[in-house]
Structures are given as C-alpha cells and as structure tokens.
C-alpha cells in the first residue's frame, strides 16, 4: 500500500511540520514502507496466541517495607550542596518576596 504526497501533506499538518518536496518524497516512501511491514504483520496467523504488553514477563523487585529509625537532620543535610539554618538552601524561583 503506497501513500501519496496528499496524505504526506495531511499527516505533516497533524504532526504541525513543514515539509520539502524533498522530504515530503522521503517520508513518503519512508510511511509506505511501514504500512507495507504492518501489513505484513497483520497477515500472520496469530490463532492460539495469548495476546501480551510485553515480550518477555515484567517482574517488580521490590524490598519489604520495614519501618526504622529515620535520619538525623544533621546525616539529612550532609550532602546537600547548601544548607543554612538547619533547611536546605535552594535557589528562588518566585520574584518578590
């Protein structure tokens, strides 16, 4: 299935992008090409196949949720590039004030 440069047109205004006669030549061989490969796709037999959102199984590895003891303000501070009065010190972003 080939794509004419009218659609090339259409989908660039969608995308909000101006295109050559050059590129408007490209992407459309380019879109045509992908077209071709998802038809390809959709032609396979997928009959018994269990439809899945990932190739391969996602696990999370997550640690348990134990409470303890938390940090001192003093260890909360240490690394922090600036810290003045016990808070840490960031640049402003508002004007005023």
Do not use: C, W, Y
């Amino acid at each position: 299935m080939g794509i004419d440069d009218k659609q090339v047109e259409h989908v660039a205004k969608l995308a909000r992008l101006e295109l050559s006669e050059k590129e408007k030549e490209l992407f459309g061989s380019q879109l045509s090409a992908i077209l071709e490969h998802a038809e390809n796709v959709s032609a396979l037999d997928t009959q018994g196949v269990v439809p899945t959102s990932h190739s391969v199984p996602l696990l999370n590895v997550m640690r348990p949720d134990v409470p303890h003891e938390p940090l001192q303000q003093a260890e909360a501070l240490a690394n922090a590039p600036v810290a003045e009065s016990g808070h840490f010190r960031v640049p402003r972003i508002m004007e005023g004030e």
